[in-house]
């Protein structure tokens, strides 16, 4: 039979400790992991993509209610958790650095950075939820805007900024759980210059959350914020 | 045993023909291309079957050719499809501007009819026959869709929207009314007829019981109860605009948008005031979501259109006329 | 020929125990996984159909409660869309092939895909749990805003089932695009590939690109329910046409993630069941692709009356029946390969027979969808319900028993009883006739849909589709025994039962665990039957 030639399995030489059975070589088992990052990313656009959807379709009909629901969300607040963001951002890619340079104590160092970053940008989003509590910004029937005839888009408007923002903080949570794995890793010193693709995946998912607060912030804090509503 | 099996349904109006045409030409060519391939399977299977357990078919791998050709076909039969099946959608969608109005109100599990004369029936429709008729249809809870068999029309009734359906009735008798969407547990309950009648045993049957006044005086006695007036003075004296002679002429938003004051503007700015200011008015309208029924919008349209240019002319009354364009969908 | 090989162990008997299996990571064993799982789903959607039509056998809904009928036709589309027809081909057939047919030892991410089975579990337990505690009846479209502030059943529990098994389709869709991309064999370019990877592919990549959009539309729905935010209800100013677009977004896409591997699976039975070249091979291939991108752009054909524009229908009509076009392509280019072939009659050929025409109807009664001015009357009633089940029964479930029979030696390293399959194979095709075939007729009567209750001039249409539907559940329960029986008491498989091309072919039946003794090397396109005569071993 002619189309199924055979060659000897590579098994001989020796293999790098990370690399799973069933691939030839490392460097395929990194290209696949790296490609099969990317294609969760675009999953995951789709996924935030159908709430951008829906807030571009009420932004559009109710423009001066989301205007007026925007004025009250806290911008300093929002700026500050921005560059909080892409400060961890940059830590990441220190240490996806660090690990591609097999530099042990970089790797801890940057990691633990982006974990505390992280967190502090979950807490102040903490902060600011508990504000929508007190003021009764939350929809459902606790629901109170001063203004009677915005009331039911505002309440849209809210819905989407917990709905989006809930999420986007479901995937920091995530996030941190992948930085603390990546931490026992390379507290175990598993990442070296020839092995480091865990931390340049879990970089891409962290850069990527990033990103989607990157489109957030302005969508939810800053345009038509600057509007006197009624 | 045909008196049990009907395997057409009846046709009762004006676009039941045309629907149907449509139907029978897909018909001949699904019919033309399934009984193709059928045949063609046959004949290979049967005349190239394998002779011996070790046999291999020929070496064919393809033909541009007939790629093109089974591309190129099938294209240009579903474009034929295409414009016949807009135009036909087109027809069931522009209702001619003489239209009687109807209104229609679903809500879980029954569907109430207003005439504008003040007759109201529930799970029946009284028309006459050979006029165009205008449905003019809301909702009170979930999505359903009106929809007669015999008519070959349906459109669902969506919360929040004002929706439209016509039709013109060809044939006197009594149709099936269904409602088409899902819509909780007595769905298949709400039914009801349509009565196709002669002109003059309509016009009979609408003089038969009105005894609650015409649907635009209850609008009327409405517009008084919530107060509108007050606001919504004949002669642009108060805080709202004049609302006489509005119906159908276009209307400049704060925005700088003009749009037509169709039934649907009006619905909408009745339960959300604050979607369309008027130019040159303050947002002050609360909206009266959830404070009036549906019927009690429809209402208030109906009372609304019947408003002439009396004293003021509208906002807007120099220009043309709009475009014949007034169904919602 | 190559070596038949003489060890005797095989991934079946590699390890023993309950935990060898729930904790596997080969691709072929989580193939059993699913194969059982889905096998399950489909007996209890089956028994969800049963009693749908045993309620239509009288006009009066005299049977069960219009609560209960409710929930029986909801729980029958839940289960059978998002717990059978979705994950059936591709996480059976699909996961035990594709590494196998481009010559890899395993999928790209072997834990990602035993994860992606427990998460599959666990999203149908939620659906179970609601089967149990009352039900839903909402139908399988959850259309607001009666699901999200109407109904007071179960929907949020079934909407995270759906939510979460939808992990599982994406994550599998992920692991099949990586692997195709990564993981194949020296020699093996991407136009020698079999169809079936390439309709694997296209599935994939709608897997990955549509379902987070139903996982976040389920979402909303459950958030509106559970959390009374405020986003699709009319009160507060939402639309709920908008949760219809979200929604057929994905669905209208989900669609060809349930006929795509199908078609992929008839590619493989025609080009064996021929022993030809597919004929076409491209265009088949491109095909798939069209259909992956432009089942994208199709969504509001299921809205030509919600209230949508008059324009946004026009575009809508006409991107479906561009939709058509490589469907059709594929249809004639299928029917071409038989000419000149060495044509087989066995049980799979006559499943994929059974397909083409089957599809042929199904996809020729989508165009009398497609088409405005007919869809207006045929929306919502129970023509579209003979169209659906056309594409999914008689395509979907006939290509899937098609390729259940001709990889079952590969399976189980077993035969089936040839004589009983062909007999199972007859009563399914004439069963599944007799049930659809008079619901377009009453379809086009004005028979409505999810209709407990109905006019007594539709009663002979619906009793010859209850009596149908008996005959096809008989020819389903046939494969299910001796499929059952062959297991134990089938006569042992060679490695080449069919005298196929494939590089599934080239290893033993069932294959070892590695898949592959040596890396295969290719030489040649899929369906190189160059050769004058092909063993049958």
């Not at chain 3, 195709?180 to 169809?195: C, D, E, K, Q, S």
């Not at chain 3, 989900?254 to 493989?268: C, K, N």
């Not at chain 3, 898949?515 to 030489?523: G, L």
Request: with cysteine.
């Amino acid at each position: 039979m002619s189309d199924a030639q055979f060659v000897p399995s590579p098994a001989t030489h020796a293999h790098h400790p990370a690399q799973a059975h069933h691939f030839d070589s490392l460097e395929q088992q990194q290209e696949a992991s790296t490609l099969g990052m990317w294609v969760f990313l675009v999953n995951e656009i789709m996924f935030f993509g159908g709430l951008f959807m829906a807030y571009l379709v009420y932004r559009t009909w109710y423009p001066d209610a989301f205007a007026a629901g925007s004025s009250h969300l806290n911008i300093p607040l929002g700026a500050t958790n921005t560059a909080v963001l892409i400060i961890s951002s940059l830590t990441m890619a220190l240490a996806v650095h660090a690990a591609q340079t097999s530099w042990r104590r970089g790797q801890i160092v940057f990691i633990i950075l982006t974990i505390a970053l992280g967190t502090t940008f979950l807490v102040i989003k903490a902060f600011e939820y508990a504000d929508k509590f007190t003021h009764h910004l939350v929809p459902g029937p606790h629901f109170q805007w001063p203004d009677e005839k915005l009331r039911a888009p505002v309440e849209i408007f809210y819905s989407l900024y917990f709905a989006l923002t809930g999420l986007h903080a479901l995937h920091m949570v995530i996030g941190i759980g992948i930085m603390l794995w990546l931490l026992w890793m390379a507290w175990r010193g598993r990442f070296d210059a020839e092995y480091y693709s865990p931390v340049e995946v879990s970089g891409l998912y962290w850069h990527f959350v990033d990103i989607v607060w990157i489109f957030l912030f302005p969508l939810l804090y800053l345009i038509g914020a600057h509007v006197r509503h009624v | 045993m045909f008196q049990n099996l009907p395997l057409f349904p009846a046709q009762a109006s004006g676009f039941a023909g045309q629907v149907d045409a449509l139907y029978f030409f897909l018909i001949a060519v699904s019919a033309f291309f399934s009984l193709l391939i059928a045949l063609l399977i046959v004949v290979f299977a049967i005349r190239y079957r394998r002779r011996s357990p070790d046999e291999v078919g020929a070496g064919i791998t393809g033909s541009l050719q007939l790629e093109l050709l089974w591309t190129i076909v099938p294209l240009g039969i579903t474009m034929v499809m295409f414009l016949w099946g807009a135009w036909v959608f087109f027809t069931l969608n522009r209702a001619p501007r003489a239209a009687m109005e109807i209104y229609v109100v679903g809500k879980q599990w029954m569907w109430k009819v207003q005439h504008p004369d003040g007759q109201r029936e529930i799970n029946e429709l009284h028309v006459p026959v050979g006029r165009p008729v205008k449905l003019l249809m809301g909702t009170e809870d979930v999505i359903h869709s009106f929809f007669i068999p015999a008519f070959r029309t349906k459109f669902d009734v969506v919360p929040g929207k004002l929706t439209t359906l016509w039709f013109e009735a060809t044939k006197p008798g009594r149709y099936h009314l269904f409602c088409a969407e899902y819509c909780g547990t007595k769905h298949s309950a709400m039914i009801g007829w349509v009565e196709v009648m002669e002109p003059a045993a309509f016009q009979a049957w609408l003089s038969g019981g009105a005894g609650e006044g015409s649907l635009a005086s209850r609008g009327e006695r409405l517009f008084q109860d919530l107060a509108c007036h007050t606001c919504h003075m004949p002669d642009s004296q108060g805080r709202g605009p004049v609302l006489d002679g509005l119906f159908g002429k276009p209307v400049k938003l704060q925005d700088g948008r003009t749009v037509v004051a169709d039934e649907s503007y009006l619905r909408e700015s009745i339960v959300n005031p604050q979607g369309k200011i008027v130019a040159g008015y303050q947002p002050l309208m609360p909206t009266f979501q959830g404070l009036i029924s549906e019927e009690g919008v429809l209402q208030l349209i109906a009372y609304i259109k019947t408003l002439g240019p009396k004293a003021a002319p509208g906002p807007s009354a120099n220009e043309p006329p709009p475009p014949a364009k007034q169904g919602t969908p | 020929m190559h070596t038949i090989a003489t060890h005797t162990r095989n991934y079946i008997n590699a390890e023993y125990g309950v935990m060898s299996w729930l904790l596997t990571r080969d691709h072929k064993r989580i193939a059993l996984l699913y194969l059982g799982s889905v096998t399950t789903f489909f007996a209890l959607g089956g028994l969800f159909a049963v009693a749908i039509r045993l309620e239509l056998l009288t006009p009066a809904g005299d049977l069960v409660q219009s609560e209960t009928y409710n929930k029986l036709f909801t729980m029958h589309g839940v289960i059978m869309v998002f717990f059978f027809l979705i994950p059936a081909i591709p996480a059976v057939l699909g996961n035990f092939l594709v590494p196998i047919m481009i010559g890899a030892k395993d999928l790209a991410f072997p834990k990602l895909n035993l994860l992606s089975w427990y998460i599959f579990m666990i999203g149908a337990s939620f659906a179970l749990w609601a089967v149990v505690n009352g039900g839903v009846d909402t139908g399988w479209t959850f259309y607001t805003p009666y699901s999200s502030v109407v109904s007071n059943t179960q929907v949020i529990a079934a909407a995270v089932g759906i939510f979460i098994t939808g992990f599982s389709s994406i994550l599998t869709g992920l692991n099949f695009i990586v692997t195709i991309h990564r993981m194949r064999a020296p020699g093996m370019t991407w136009f020698r590939m079999p169809l079936f990877i390439w309709s694997h592919y296209a599935t994939s990549l709608i897997m990955v690109l549509g379902t987070p959009v139903i996982a976040i539309t389920v979402l909303l729905v459950f958030a509106e329910r559970a959390l009374k935010l405020c986003i699709f209800d009319a009160s507060c100013g939402g639309d709920p046409v908008l949760f219809q677009h979200l929604f057929w977004f994905y669905s209208h896409p989900a669609v060809y993630i349930m006929i795509l591997p199908a078609m992929g699976v008839i590619s493989e039975l025609v080009a064996a069941g021929a022993r030809k070249n597919v004929f076409g091979y491209s265009f088949v291939a491109f095909a798939s692709l069209a259909i992956a991108v432009l089942g994208f752009l199709v969504w509001g054909h299921h809205m030509f009356v919600s209230s949508q524009s008059v324009y946004a229908g026009m575009i809508f009509s006409i991107l479906s029946f561009l939709v058509a076009i490589p469907s059709a392509v594929k249809v004639f280019n299928w029917t071409a390969t038989l000419y000149k072939g060495s044509v087989s009659w066995q049980t799979p050929m006559l499943y994929a027979y059974g397909f083409i025409g089957l599809f042929a109807i199904g996809g020729l009664t989508g165009l009398f969808l497609a088409t405005l001015g007919l869809d207006v009357h045929v929306h919502d009633t129970y023509f579209i319900v003979a169209h659906f089940h056309y594409v999914m029964v008689g395509g979907t479930i006939m290509a899937y028993l098609g390729g259940l029979h001709y990889w079952w030696p590969k399976i189980s390293g077993r035969l089936y009883p040839e004589g009983w399959a062909k007999f199972g194979a007859l009563i399914v095709f004439v069963g599944f006739n007799l049930t659809f075939f008079p619901q377009f007729i009453v379809g086009y009567l004005g028979m409505p849909r999810r209709y407990h209750a109905y006019p007594e001039e539709f009663q002979v249409l619906n009793v010859m589709s209850s009596a149908g539907a008996s005959i096809l559940g008989v020819g389903y329960l046939i494969p299910f025994v001796y499929f059952i029986w062959s297991m134990r008491y089938g006569p042992k498989a060679g490695p080449n039962p069919w005298g196929a091309k494939g590089l599934e072919w080239t290893i033993d039946s069932p294959p070892i665990t590695e898949n592959f003794v040596d890396t295969p090397v290719v030489t040649e396109g899929a369906y190189a039957y160059t050769h004058e005569r092909m063993d049958v071993v």
